[in-house]
């Protein structure tokens, strides 16, 4: 930092000089003068693109004199005014061509604000773009807007030069970089105009980065920079990439009752995000704000500072807002209703869900998918395995479908396996996905009852899905195998896994009291060899050691 500050003194210091100066032609055969002798040059050249000499004639003229930085700014400097741009552009330009000077990053800058003070921005754009591509391999990622800002002053220039700047980044699909920019730029007293936010949303949003866009979008707001109508659409393109535009419509619809504008879509969106990344403060400043600019609608406010504050586990604070809700003339909404519902049943307070799930029905309100995977979960967790199949099969006869985590919770705590694999083969019918958690459960059951074929059928049904079997399913599989005295068949499946110490003692304890002594004792090696310790003592221990 003491290097750039010397740096720019030197640029002010030459750029006060240089307005004192007379700027008349200076003759080669001009010996004696006061002026150092880079001064003397500095002038000549700057006259001479002032003039508008060809190149030919500028290098015959020049064709002594050795430029180096000091120079090649010194001369930017003095034709650093609109009216010179054009000849600042031709000497940057010819000094590389025929000079074949090595231009740096300060006398792109300097060349850049030129420009864009002068509104030479089709110019100034293939500049930003080629510096920018120069220092990719540097490493810091400040250097270009570092240099930019140090010259800021000394140019005179104006803040469309970081607009440029960050729209020159998207359009090099830098995108992290043009967003860290953007920021550091907010840090030093410059924001950017909305046409370069909306150019980054859109670059970025074509680029499938979408965490990145609602960060950007986070961000304007954060900056008071708020969203028009282009930027909507972009962020209305971003939810559809996403699968999610469906899922905050129906969302709005039962706060709101009916349709929602896309802006008020894509503010909820933002909002949600937030709070469910537990950003519960941020997220109720930002709330603050959409409301001062009536970008959100108050019930919808309520609803997400209810929702907000039963995820923190903040009941009591949720409750009273709700009571605010309701005494300044809002009516409740089946959301609302299910974030509670969902809060009793995580405090296994499954009476008070119930209760609250009865009122929502007389209020006419529906209880949707969410409402009831939270009863399905949370009377599972209670040990209440009737009461969550019943709550299942309600939802089966209105159309939805359980989420798999929902389900898997309920058939892990049924008592029968035959049951929660009627209820499986039904929900397949109708485009439900299970994973490997749900034919876990279903193994499980079916092995404790000595099922061999179920657990077989249950294992091939796995596989035929593309699904990895977990550990717990191989074991109930060779439990079932070795109750059932296949144990060829389970070698079998043992090379498939990777066997713990648990499967291994399975195996050599059903293998020694099957008489298969020598079975038993070669698994014992093989389980010393992987470096498992057993965890139980063997009849053929003393026997194995002599042999």
């Not at 985590?405 to 485009?431: H, R, W, Y």
């Amino acid at each position: 930092m003491a290097l750039l500050r010397q740096r720019v003194q030197l640029l002010v210091s030459a750029s006060v000089n240089m307005f004192s100066q007379l700027h008349a032609p200076i003759s080669h055969s001009l010996t004696i003068s006061t002026e150092p002798k880079s001064d003397l040059h500095v002038n000549a050249i700057c006259d001479s693109f002032r003039r508008g000499l060809s190149w030919d004639r500028l290098s015959k003229q020049f064709n002594s004199v050795e430029l180096n930085n000091s120079i090649v700014e010194k001369v930017l400097l003095e034709l650093k005014d609109p009216i010179d741009a054009k000849g600042a552009l031709g000497f940057f330009h010819w000094s590389a061509q025929t000079k074949y000077y090595q231009h740096n990053i300060w006398s792109y800058c300097i060349t850049i604000h030129i420009l864009v003070r002068a509104r030479l921005l089709i110019d100034a754009r293939v500049l930003i773009e080629s510096v920018l591509k120069k220092c990719v391999e540097d490493g810091s990622k400040f250097s270009v807007v570092d240099s930019l800002l140090a010259i800021y002053k000394v140019v005179v220039s104006t803040p469309l030069v970081f607009d440029l700047l960050v729209q020159a980044y998207a359009k090099l699909r830098m995108f992290e970089v043009a967003f860290d920019v953007c920021c550091y730029l907010e840090e030093n007293g410059f924001t950017l105009s909305l046409i370069s936010f909306n150019t980054l949303l859109h670059v970025v949003e074509k680029s499938d980065k979408n965490d990145l866009v609602w960060n950007i979008y986070e961000h304007m707001l954060q900056k008071r920079r708020y969203p028009n109508e282009v930027t909507i659409r972009t962020l209305i393109n971003a939810l559809c990439k996403e699968g999610k535009l469906q899922i905050y419509v129906d969302m709005l619809d039962r706060i709101h009752g009916k349709r929602c504008s896309p802006s008020v879509i894509v503010n909820t969106s933002l909002l949600f995000r937030i709070i469910e990344e537990e950003r519960i403060e941020e997220g109720m400043v930002l709330l603050k704000r959409m409301l001062q600019k009536s970008m959100i609608l108050d019930t919808i406010a309520y609803s997400l500072i209810v929702y907000a504050k039963v995820n923190v586990g903040n009941l009591e604070y949720a409750l009273e807002v709700y009571e605010e809700m309701l005494n300044r003339g809002f009516t409740s909404n089946a959301f609302v209703y299910t974030s509670f519902i969902g809060a009793y049943c995580r405090e296994g307070n499954i009476e008070k869900a119930n209760c609250l799930m009865q009122e929502m029905e007389k209020a006419g309100l529906k209880p949707y998918d969410e409402t009831y995977n939270v009863l399905i979960e949370g009377c599972a967790k209670a040990h209440r395995a009737e009461e969550s199949l019943s709550f299942c099969e309600k939802m089966m006869e209105r159309g939805l479908v359980p989420s798999c985590s929902a389900f898997n919770e309920m058939i892990g705590k049924l008592s029968e396996a035959e049951q929660a694999n009627v209820m499986l083969t039904l929900l397949l019918d109708k485009g439900f996905l299970p994973n490997e958690t749900t034919y876990s459960h279903l193994i499980a059951g079916f092995a404790k009852q000595g099922k061999i074929q179920e657990v077989l059928k249950l294992y091939y049904e796995m596989e035929n899905r593309s699904l990895s079997p977990p550990l717990s399913v191989f074991k109930a599989l060779l439990n079932s195998l070795c109750q059932c005295g296949k144990l060829h068949e389970a070698d079998k499946y043992l090379r498939i896994m990777n066997p713990d110490v648990d499967i291994y003692q399975l195996l050599i304890i059903s293998n020694f009291e099957k008489g298969n002594k020598k079975r038993a004792i070669q698994l014992y090696k093989e389980m010393l060899s992987q470096g498992l310790k057993p965890t139980c003592s063997f009849f053929f221990g003393a026997t194995m050691e002599n042999d």
